[in-house]
Antibody
Framework: EVQLVESGGGVVHPGGSLRLSCAAS????????MDWVRQRPGKGLEWLGR??????????EYAASVRGRFTISRDDSSNSLFLQLNSLTTEDTAFYFC???????????WGQGTLVIVSS | DVQLTQSPSFLSASVGDRVTSTCRAS??????LAWYQQKPGKAPKLLIY???TLQSGVPSRFSGSGSGTEFTLTISSLQPEDVATYYC?????????FGGGTKVEI
């Protein structure tokens, strides 16, 4: 059974940093591109970025809203995905979801999300 | 960026009704469109990909159609468990983008 479990959320002050993790199991993690998507409370879904696989040089893509502030990385040896969040503002308060890019292109499995609250 | 405009943003219907959500893209995205269902407090669930292909395990009352710039999600006979918000997503261009959602209530 495919499972994605995020962790690392919490309360952080504006300007602060946080590192989110996603533990993957039930599939060959190293074979899949992985994405982060967020959802501000009561709002819609916002794609943040993607990390490719080793054969694709672990190249990344980012949404303009987070490029330069957020960094996606992965550790295939531990089946883990990461999201480093820097220079946080109140606009970054959201649930952050780890999601697998499936073989047909869209995101076929999602974690339950982890909540990040940016507040002074 | 490709903008996806979903309509309506909210709809209320009765059990057994046929309901439709439309997703319009600001530029052509071929058939690289997916639909997701999100229930309150839960993660999104993939329903349809490639505009019209049903994800494994999804009830056949859900269907998708369209290509280019106009797409439709249809629930042929609305059930109580279909109360949710439905999002479209384009994966033809970076950045990947989502529509604003259609909230379905009974």
């Amino acid at each position: 059974e495919v499972q994605l479990v995020e962790s690392g959320g919490g309360v952080v002050h504006p300007g602060g940093s946080l590192r989110l993790s996603c533990a993957a199991s039930g599939f060959t993690f190293s074979d899949h591109y992985m994405d982060w998507v967020r959802q501000r409370p009561g709002k819609g879904l916002e794609w943040l970025g993607r990390i490719r696989t080793k054969p694709n040089r672990y190249n990344t893509e980012y949404a303009a809203s987070v490029r330069g502030r957020f960094t996606i990385s992965r550790d295939d040896s531990s089946n883990s995905l990461f999201l480093q969040l820097n220079s946080l503002t109140t606009e970054d308060t959201a649930f952050y979801f780890c999601t697998r890019r499936g073989p047909n292109g869209p995101n076929d499995y999602w974690g339950q999300g982890t909540l990040v609250i940016v507040s002074s | 960026d490709v903008q996806l405009t979903q309509s309506p943003s909210f709809l209320s219907a009765s059990v057994g009704d046929r309901v439709t959500s439309t997703c319009r893209a600001s530029q052509g995205i071929r058939s690289y469109l997916a639909w997701y269902q999100q229930k309150p407090g839960k993660a999104p669930k993939l329903l349809i990909y490639a505009a019209s292909t049903l994800q494994s395990g999804v009830p056949s009352r859900f269907s998708g159609s369209g290509s280019g710039t106009e797409f439709t999600l249809t629930i042929s006979s609305l059930q109580p468990e279909d109360v949710a918000t439905y999002y479209c997503q384009q994966i033809n261009y970076y950045p990947v983008t989502f529509g604003g959602g259609t909230k379905v209530e009974i």
